[in-house]
């Protein structure tokens, strides 16, 4: 489904990724863990098509990413450390305005059941300027899978939420992979990598230091490898 091959992404004389090597399957909920600088956001957004690659292959659902980037971006929805939302915009208005980019039908009613989803039916006509970060966050991720995209790209997710909307989002990601979807979540947070994720990848320098599958929500598993990679602890 996803298939990366040597991918380089250089800026300013610097080398952010250096040469990943990936393969994803259809379904697969991975987490992409590693240090402040690592690359992970930069590789996130490269596959958002927000930024081009330097050099190397990135094949979705056998498209090119260079050559087919608007097939593309509508199998992907990406949730980034900023929120995209309008702030003087709705819940509602925001989600009604990014499903009709994307051309979702009966949008008002799918956009509804969103904000109802994601906990914020009361709040459904207020502009978003006053909510907290919690509730933005929210929206944000309704807003990230507003046209049921294939592929999700979470930068994050987590961050700011409270418990239930913590829930909420694990049920988001758990309900897509059980249509089908394909998740990639860069996280700090281990409990929620060991939780939801099935595969881990993690990155150091721009490069995949280790590559693995876990099971029974095993969290110590995740822990021990990180350390092992990242702070050289065995
Ligand atoms: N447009 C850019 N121009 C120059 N350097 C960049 C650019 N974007 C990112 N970088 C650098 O690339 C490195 C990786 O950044 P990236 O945001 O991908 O890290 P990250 O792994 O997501 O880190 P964090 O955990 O802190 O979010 C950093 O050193 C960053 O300063
Ligand atoms: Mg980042």
Redesign the pocket.
Known sequence: MIEIKKLIKQ??N?I?LRGIDLSIKQGETVAIL??????????L?VLATL?KPTSGLVKINGLDLKKDQIEVKKIFGYLP?SSLLYDHYSPLENLIFFGKLYGVKNIEKRATELVKEVGLSFFINEPVKNFSRGMIQRIAIARAIVHDPKILLL??PHTGLDQGAISILNNVILSMKEKGSTTLM?T?DFKQAAEICDRIII?KN?KIADDFKINEKSLSVVSEKYQLQVEGVS
């Open positions: 800026a300013d610097k952010i590693g240090p402040n600088g690592a690359g992970k956001s930069t590789l957004k930024i450390h930068d994050e860069v700090h990155i721009g």
